[in-house]
């Protein structure tokens, strides 16, 4: 197949109608310029110039090869200056899934700011109810970062953003409610539960920290969103235990801390850590950093 750098050749001997003249505007030899001319004709199995005494004349099929290839130095010309502004974070696409947790606790502010620095950048955003399959979309190839609680299990590159509380959310009047020290977790197990279902990465997690603490849950119904679990204890249903992201500035119900004090990673899984878009848009998260939790209400 012909070159990019034959094209261009042709094009220059059309333009210029000399050998001499086109090797000088492309800063060639002469002889390297016909070199890609005679391999450019041997691809059409066509000459495309017929040598004067002085200059060149453009033969039919020369003229319509020159014509094309002016389409074609266009199409690479604009896909070279793509690629640099994709490059500079300035265009392109982002595919994002997160745990719905994360969309305005974390995500919010870098997303208002792309929106203002980087119009032309494209944000896609899907939002989750477990680490696992928002990582599970990642590694399908359907998107490109995945930000959340750490996952199950995953063979991709992770960033580590810092860490999130969990804490215990009641309804109002509740036995908890006048504390000041924090919940022991060994008192959960006198209180119905609002627990996750067991495909829910948080299900995991908590019958996990259950086990360690030797804390026999008793759970009432399962959800599969913290945010839900939240507003369920808070309507009275139970207690629940939640990630500081899903109780917001105007949490439900009565948030206590747990004691002593425990937190969970809150990590970006990446398909390509070599993506410019990608490092740059995990920078900025970086750069703002988790919210700061004001304590319980």
Known sequence: MTTLRALECLVAVVEHRSVSR???????????????????????????????????????????????????????????????????????????????????????????????????????????????????HLEAGSVDIAIGPRPTSTTAHVSVFGKEQIVVVVAPGHRFAERTTGVAICELADEPFVHYHRDNGMAVWVDEFAERHKVVLNPILRTRSPRTAAQLAAGGIGAALVPVSAVGPAPPGVVRLLRPAIERDVIAVIASPADTLVHQFLTDIHRCGLPTWSGPT
């Open 22 to 136: 086109a090797a000088a505007s492309l800063y060639m030899s002469q002889p390297a310029l016909s070199h890609q001319i005679a391999s450019l004709e041997r691809e059409l199995g066509a000459p495309v110039i017929h040598r004067l005494p002085r200059g060149v004349r453009v033969t039919a099929a020369g003229r319509a090869a020159a014509q094309e290839a002016l389409v074609a130095l266009s199409a690479a010309a604009s896909a070279i200056q793509i690629g640099r502004t994709v490059g500079r974070a300035d265009a392109g696409s982002i595919r994002i899934s997160c745990a719905e947790t994360m969309t305005t606790w974390l995500l919010a502010p870098v997303l208002r700011q792309w929106r203002l620095q980087r119009p032309e950048v494209q944000l896609d955003l899907s939002e989750f109810t477990s680490a696992d399959t928002a990582v599970k």
